[in-house]
């Protein structure tokens, strides 16, 4: 950089910056998903303990925009846990938990954290089993979520034009008057995955979304994931290994509660202390 | 763009429902009116002033069980507290008619005469204004609405749910209870507030204003269906509904569940309030009795006898009970309370859903039970369901 500069080049550097053109700098937008770095969730060092059990244990893990990871790991290695952390309802002893450059998770509330961008499904289908299929969509759809629109809130035809999309994705079209309490158990997974894509989140947090599955049902739902990615950040708590490998992203392996082996399925599955701790020797 | 709020309104409810709305406009605002005041008293239809109160009263009983319902049936929130904000909306509508009796009272003078007693010699500070229509109108929606806010906001902002939010709602009225029982309160101590003589000047014990009071009491309470109906199918009660089934699953879906429930919980001590402040001209009392916890527990019964998280189950309920009480607090009044109990536990055993419930089962026997039976159907053709909700009514039975 030359020590002298006109006023009109400085401008313009200034401008390409605003602009997002020069890697120089962007512009920070206060609680906006910030994917400068191409990191979208970052945890460092996080610590959970219950009743002097440690749950998590120094955890730090990244997660790249619009990648595909796996979680596996035996019962107790804190997978359910860590997703506590991310989407607010455990907040963690020690550590961070960053959603892109700028959102610190554990300075926020679970709706909040919902708003910036995190969707999560839970490892027991928990749909609104009283309401009919596309009212559980219509609730999860990205809205204004606050009582007064609620209040006067009506479907827009482009509204319903997505619930139909979702509803034909989730194959799901043919029972959108059904109430959601008398769907099969695979039928209410594939809804809970529905309502997370009407949410229209940045990150997806799925804690086994094929327990109860077909093996039908299992091949779609990877196929279902693998074209989400890319558009969407997806992180995947599954025991079925058969499922991990249909996905074939990255796979992290905890085990009490820190990261103990990662790479991809083969190499992770060739590692000694991952067959070790399986094994449980 | 967007239609009138009106008009979306009346869209809500279905032909059914409408008429039987217009019946119950007919009945209360034609037939009562006719048959107390133009029916001469040995007329065979004529309705006697015993009646008129009656019905009157238990009209707002009918306010305070939709307003239960909302919170209980629809969002789930167990409250045993409601008595207190019936109870705040009496004395706050009571002040202005313990004013209007002016030096008509024993002692004759400016003073209500329970301060007289006291021997105090000018209005406690809260009192100022109470002379006014207006400023009584104010405090019957105010003082309900700011102590269940602030309540609700600490409590939900707390996540206290289910039995542990029904005891401290109970323990909340306990408390307003012997706070308004002592003298030096300032609402009359144990007697309350009674010998009431006018309101805006005209005598309160006259026909006409018993038929006025009955009318305004049933404007109340199908103005509070009318609205009960537009929040549990707009969006906001799909919401409330969502929250009672599975809350965590709200919140991650990006809804704030305590603005949800301080709404639903304020509104619903603010139409207890509108009851209460037209119950006690109509019964000419109010004593801190009535924030006892065995009335708010009575609220929560009529609710289950009718039939929660549905508007008519909850109005059905409040009439059932209280009529079957007037009947056996002058045949046996001693059975009452166990008969209150046995209601209670024979409703929790055997109609989970209430006489609704039952209804809907018996209609189901009848009918084949086919697919569409299952699903919401539009408009259900005999009266007594219409202003119920029908996804939530017809899947309750189903999970029943």
């Not at chain 2, 009272?105 to 329970?114: C, E, H, I, R, W």
Request: net charge negative; charged share 20%.
């Amino acid at each position: 950089m030359s020590t002298v500069i006109d006023r009109d080049a400085e401008q313009a550097n200034q401008r390409e910056q605003w602009e997002g053109g020069a890697n120089i700098g962007h512009v920070v937008q206060p609680g906006e998903l910030d994917l400068s770095h191409d990191v979208i969730l970052y945890l460092d060092d996080i610590t959970v303990s219950f009743d002097g059990f440690r749950a998590l244990n120094k955890l730090s893990l990244a997660i790249d925009a619009g990648e595909l990871r796996c979680i596996i790991g035996p019962n107790g290695a804190g997978k359910t846990t860590m997703m506590d952390v991310i989407t607010g309802k455990t907040r963690p002893d020690e550590g961070k938990a960053f959603f892109g450059q700028t959102l610190d998770l554990t300075r926020m509330s679970e709706p909040e954290i919902a708003h910036a961008g995190i969707g999560r499904k839970f490892q027991k289908p928990t749909v609104f089993e009283q309401h009919t299929v596309f009212e559980n969509l219509e609730l999860a759809m990205k809205a204004d979520k606050r009582v007064r629109r609620s209040l006067f809130a009506r479907l827009t035809a482009e509204e319903g034009d997505r619930i139909a999309a979702v509803l034909e994705r989730i194959r799901l079209a043919g029972a959108a008057d059904r109430s959601a309490g008398l769907l099969s158990h695979g039928q209410k997974q594939w809804l809970e995955i529905g309502m997370l894509l009407m949410q229209e989140p940045k990150l997806l947090l799925l804690d086994e979304p094929v327990a109860g599955m077909t093996d039908d049902e299992t091949e779609r739902t990877a196929e279902l994931f693998v074209s989400l990615a890319g558009e969407h950040s997806l992180v995947v708590v599954e025991h079925d290994m058969a499922f991990v490998e249909a996905l074939g992203g990255k796979v992290t392996v905890l085990h009490e509660g820190s990261v103990l082996a990662e790479g991809d399925l083969a190499a992770v599955q060739n590692d000694q202390r991952v067959i070790e701790v399986y094994l449980g020797r | 763009m967007r239609t009138p709020l009106t008009v979306r309104l009346f869209a809500k409810l279905p032909r059914a429902g409408w008429a039987a709305l217009a019946l119950f406009a007919l009945f209360a605002w034609v037939w009562v009116p006719v048959a107390h005041l133009a029916l001469p008293a040995d007329h065979a239809l004529h309705l006697s002033s015993y009646w008129v109160s009656l019905l009157g009263k238990i009209l707002c009983y009918m306010v305070v069980a939709v307003a239960m319902d909302l919170i209980w049936g629809y969002a789930g929130i167990l409250s045993l507290g409601h008595g207190l904000f019936f109870a705040l909306g009496g004395y706050a509508f009571g002040m202005y008619l313990m004013r209007q009796i002016g030096r008509d009272g024993s002692y004759g003078a400016d003073l209500p005469d329970f301060m007289v007693f006291l021997d105090w010699k000018e209005l406690p500070w809260y009192w100022t204004g109470s002379d006014s229509f207006l400023w009584a109108l104010l405090l019957v929606v105010a003082v309900p609405g700011l102590l269940a806010w602030v309540f609700g906001y600490f409590a939900f902002r707390s996540r206290i749910k289910g039995v542990y939010f029904a005891i401290i709602t109970q323990a909340l009225t306990y408390a307003a209870m012997l706070l308004f029982f002592r003298n030096e309160t300032g609402f009359g101590g144990n007697n309350g507030f009674t010998d009431f003589k006018r309101i805006l000047g005209y005598g309160i014990t006259t026909p006409e204003m018993r038929v006025i009071l009955f009318a305004l009491s049933a404007a109340l309470l199908a103005g509070v269906l009318l609205l009960g109906r537009y929040l549990v199918t707009s969006r906001f009660g799909r919401v409330l509904t969502a929250i009672r089934d599975a809350e965590s699953r709200v919140m991650f879906i990006g809804y704030n569940p305590l603005h949800y429930k301080l709404f639903i919980w304020t509104l619903s001590a603010v139409l207890c309030g509108l009851a209460g402040a037209l119950y006690v001209p109509q019964v000419g009392i109010i004593n801190p009795s009535e924030m006892s916890p065995a009335n708010s527990i009575e609220i929560a019964v009529w609710v289950a006898v009718g039939g929660r998280g549905t508007l008519v189950g909850a109005v059905l309920g409040a009439g059932i009970v209280n009529l079957a009480k007037s009947w056996f607090t002058v045949s046996f009044p001693e059975y009452w309370p166990f008969f209150l109990g046995f209601l209670f536990i024979a409703v929790t055993l055997f109609l989970p859903n209430g006489v609704i419930g039952l209804w809907s089962k018996l209609r189901g026997r009848h009918a084949p039970a086919t697919e569409e039976e299952a699903e919401p159907a539009p408009a259900p053709a005999a009266e007594p369901a219409v202003l119920t909700a029908p996804p939530t009514e017809s899947t309750r039975g189903a999970a029943a």
